[in-house]
């Protein structure tokens, strides 16, 4: 559970400590205080850069300024954002938000606010001072992840599943058209990593949308790979596990009314035109990660359904695929939908 000094610096000795299993990053904790106030408290994955902190606190305090709600940094006891533990571990606590998250979404008004509380995230974001905020492909680096799952896939001693499933995927590929995604692109700050249980809901029967949580991911990128890996997890209710995922075009049409109705004049025509091919090749990119790691260790893995990281990450891998299989098939009637939403 929590180190000693970490609940001493945040003062949450004699506090309810539940682990948080939905995040495939940061090990979280939900901490219920003693005066029944809660409290976020992660140790941060050692892939983060070591400044991930500062740049969530600035972004967060801008936010704020703006009336919008977001998780705040809390300072330990010395002042600090950050605590370090014995082997090197980075461990913070943030405000905790009130309100519901989903893993996958039932209802249309979740995607719909789900697409309007990411436009106003981008507009709020976008007059921060962007030399602050990193500017980097980040994960979202496809030829490096292609290139690492070739190798992968013709070397010995990767097994002969992920090797299958490696070459399904390579072979996908051949249908994306990578380099237009940020070719002549603008760059913007982005949250990152907008799957759907990465917003805040006020209820489960109230679907207003409150927050975005989880922004170590923020940096300057391009759109349409923030819209592709949001659609991506938005519109696909048979959710990341699935054999038979799929985009459902209900759901697509009401996250892109949601954000088009709150974010007028942002977007330029190109970013718009590539939101289809940002969602086609973010999900084969993902579909490749966890190919990749189903021969090591970087997403987290749920060993109460799995017997093993591979299996579980082999399962994610092929239901990403057949998501991307199912988007390639249907790219007609998915580019109509954005010119009708968008023009």
Not at 61 to 82: D, M, R
Not at 231 to 258: H, M, V, Y
Request: charged share 15%; hydrophobic share 35%; net charge negative.
């Amino acid at each position: 559970m929590l180190p000693p000094f970490v609940c001493s610096e945040y003062t949450i000795e004699h506090a309810k400590i539940s682990p948080i299993h939905s995040g495939l990053i940061n090990q979280s904790y939900h901490v219920q205080k003693t005066d029944n106030t809660s409290v976020i408290v992660q140790r941060l994955h050692p892939t983060l850069p070591s400044n991930v902190t500062d740049i969530v606190r600035q972004v967060t305090e801008h936010l704020i300024s703006l009336n919008q709600i977001a998780p705040q940094v809390i300072l330990t006891k010395q002042g600090q954002q950050t605590l370090q533990d014995e082997q090197g571990y980075l461990w913070r606590a943030l405000t905790y938000i009130e309100g519901h998250t989903v893993n996958t979404v039932t209802h249309n008004q979740q995607a719909y606010q789900a697409g309007a509380i990411t436009a106003m995230f981008h507009q709020a974001v976008s007059s921060l001072i962007e030399h602050t905020i990193p500017q980097t492909a980040g994960i979202h680096n496809t030829h490096k992840h292609q290139r690492t799952l070739e190798q992968l896939s013709h070397a010995s001693n990767t097994h002969d599943d992920t090797k299958t499933t490696g070459q399904a995927i390579l072979k996908a590929f051949h249908q994306a058209n990578i380099d237009a995604i940020t070719e002549d692109m603008p760059s913007r700050i982005i949250h990152g990593d907008l799957k759907i249980s990465n917003i805040r809901f006020a209820t489960p029967t109230n679907h207003e949308a409150i927050c975005l949580l989880d922004l170590d991911t923020i940096k300057q990128f391009v759109v349409p790979y923030e819209l592709g890996d949001a659609l991506r997890s938005w519109c696909n209710p048979k959710g990341e596990e699935s054999s038979d995922a799929s985009i459902d075009l209900d759901f697509f049409t009401q996250a892109l009314s949601g954000y088009a109705t709150h974010s007028k004049g942002l977007l330029c025509h190109r970013e718009i035109s590539m939101i289809v091919e940002g969602l086609f090749t973010v999900t084969l990119e993902l579909a490749a990660r966890f190919c990749i790691d189903a021969e090591g260790s970087y997403f987290h893995w749920d060993n109460t359904r799995f017997p093993s990281r591979r299996s579980h990450n082999l399962t994610r891998a092929q239901s990403q695929l057949a998501l991307a299989t199912h988007i390639h098939a249907n790219r007609s009637d998915l580019e109509k939908i954005v010119h009708t939403i968008f023009v």
